[in-house]
């Protein structure tokens, strides 16, 4: 790790050319590395997507591991179509029919299928940002993105300025992630989302993890994943995870009930966007836990039930349930839903998203 460390600050950069493009749309492509003092606790950045690539923390014995999934190189996020650590929007999660209708005007998205998922074909988690501040070590090591999402982008109105900041910080072993976006002349929906697959164990599957997630109520959905509007709640159904729950164990009844695993949004317990305490996951036999704290209304628990024969970090072999997603966000289809908490940003006006990842161990 030593070695790992002292290559902290250096940029791995990668030039793309992206196909159709003129040489002033090329840009950089890179990896940004911060690090604690003492060296035991780092993540690693690419401006592509805005993507969490890597977070080393130490276990009780000071063995180090990353515990989010991804890959070793640059160009497989770029190639992918994962969404490993990125950063998914204009509109995280899925919108049915890939339309709605905003201040009388009927908007509709580019679509996969029949819905719009993760923003469309080409969301925030498959752009290039700009990085605007680097500093990778230090008290408190951050680094701030930016991108300029414009009118029509993936079918979305207006221009939007949106911001990320990952930051260790402000206790030890806490990463810090703070998103916002400013609608420059339209209204528009903005819900931004961390898509990190964490794995606290460092490797193998997540089925070993304990989860906790601080809801009592939770949203159904129909057969194409769509809510149904209802906000439900989660007792006596195998979505009561408000003890914490070895997910092996749970994951039959998920399964019983005809989902391949967890996916499913959780409306967290307490006020909409005041920030509070969301969920935590611990791995028993490494001693590593999480605990994650947001100011949104929702929690997403995806349980990577669609992972399979992924090849990632290291030559590990990436499979079903080989991680645990935890996304922070507003309501899917909230658009679709005036009973559900509004994500709308008006001109001027600035959507804000806060996530604290506490680790422990
Ligand atoms: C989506 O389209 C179907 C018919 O194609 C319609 O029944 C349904 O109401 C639509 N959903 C929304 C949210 O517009
Ligand atoms: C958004 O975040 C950036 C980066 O931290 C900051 O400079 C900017 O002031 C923020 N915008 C608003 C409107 O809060």
Redesign the pocket.
């Known amino acids: 790790m030593a070695r790992a460390a002292a290559l902290a600050s250096s940029l791995v950069l990668l030039c793309l050319a992206l196909a159709g493009s003129t040489d002033a749309a090329r840009k950089t492509v890179g990896a940004y590395r911060l690090r604690n003092k003492k060296g035991d606790f780092s993540i690693k950045v690419t401006n592509w997507g805005a993507t969490l690539m890597s977070v080393i923390v130490p276990d009780s014995k000071g063995n180090l591991a990353d515990v989010v999934l991804g890959y070793d190189k640059l160009a497989q996020y770029v190639d992918a179509s994962s969404a490993f650590g990125t950063v998914v929007g204009r509109v995280a999660n899925r919108i049915?029919?890939g339309?709605?209708v905003l201040d009388g005007k009927t908007i509709r998205l580019n679509k996969d299928g029949?819905t719009t998922l993760h923003g469309g074909h080409r969301g925030f988690n498959r752009v290039i940002w700009t990085v605007k501040e680097y500093v990778p070590g230090g008290d408190s090591p951050y680094i701030t993105l930016y991108y300029r999402s414009f009118d029509g982008e993936q079918g979305f109105p207006g221009d939007l300025d949106v911001y990320v900041t990952y930051q260790l910080c402000c206790g030890p072993y806490e990463l810090r992630a703070v998103m916002n976006a400013t609608a420059l002349d339209k209204a528009t929906p903005v819900n931004l989302a961390n898509h990190a697959y964490w794995n606290l164990a460092g490797s193998g599957d997540a089925l070993g993890h304990l989860v906790q997630v601080l809801a009592s109520r939770y949203t159904p959905v129909d057969a194409a994943m769509?809510p149904t509007g209802e906000v439900a709640p989660v007792t006596g159904t195998p979505y009561d995870l408000r003890a914490p729950t070895l997910l092996g164990s749970r994951i039959k009844h998920v399964s019983a009930a005809g989902m391949a695993g967890f996916d499913v949004n959780y409306a967290v317990d307490g006020d909409g966007f005041r920030f509070r305490r969301v969920a935590r996951l611990r791995d028993p036999a490494s001693g590593r836990a999480l605990e994650l704290w947001a100011n949104q209304p929702g929690v997403q628990l995806y349980t990577s039930n669609w992972l399979s024969n992924v090849e990632g970090k290291g030559g590990r072999v990436y499979g079903q349930y080989g991680a645990v997603c935890l996304e922070t966000q507003a309501f899917p289809?909230a658009v679709?839903h005036p009973n559900f908490p509004s994500e709308i940003v008006r001109p001027g006006g600035t959507y804000q998203h806060d996530m604290l990842f506490k680790f422990s161990f």
């Open positions: 049915a029919n339309s709605f029949t769509i289809d679709n």
